[in-house]
Nanobody, 128 residues
Framework: QVQLVESGGGLVQAGASLRLSCAAS????????MGWFRQAPGKEREFVAA????????YYTDSVKGRFTISREYAKNTVYLQMNSLKAEDTAVYYC?????????????????????WGQGSQVTVSS
């Protein structure tokens, strides 16, 4: 059974930081690209950040560039999203995702449809 479990969400004030974690079990996801998405109430799920299998390549949506950092720890089969200078508009449920299959270790993916496995989500609420 493949499982992705997010943690680290919470309620913070604007300007604060949070670090989300996504721990994978049931399979070693070190071989796959991973990403973070978010969904605010009444809105569609949107791409936030992605990291390649090699960890060398990352990509961010414009609204979080310079504030969020995606990283991965291979020994723990875990990917992180460090979120700094949080804003009220960052409030959403955050999901991690894994892209299965065979592709270059340098690739990352930004489309919702590119991913095969999803976590249950972690709520992040930023008060202004």
């Amino acid at each position: 059974q493949v499982q992705l479990v997010e943690s680290g969400g919470g309620l913070v004030q604007a300007g604060a930081s949070l670090r989300l974690s996504c721990a994978a079990s049931g399979r070693t996801f070190n071989y796959y690209a991973m990403g973070w998405f978010r969904q605010a109430p009444g809105k569609e799920r949107e791409f936030v950040a992605a990291i390649s299998r090699s960890g060398d390549n990352t990509y961010y949506t414009d609204s979080v560039k310079g504030r969020f950092t995606i990283s991965r720890e291979y020994a723990k089969n875990t990917v992180y999203l460090q979120m700094n200078s949080l804003k009220a508009e960052d409030t959403a449920v955050y999901y991690c995702a894994v892209r299965d299959g065979y592709y270059s270790s340098a690739y990352y993916f930004t489309d919702f449809a590119d991913y095969n496995y999803w976590g249950q989500g972690s709520q992040v609420t930023v008060s202004s």
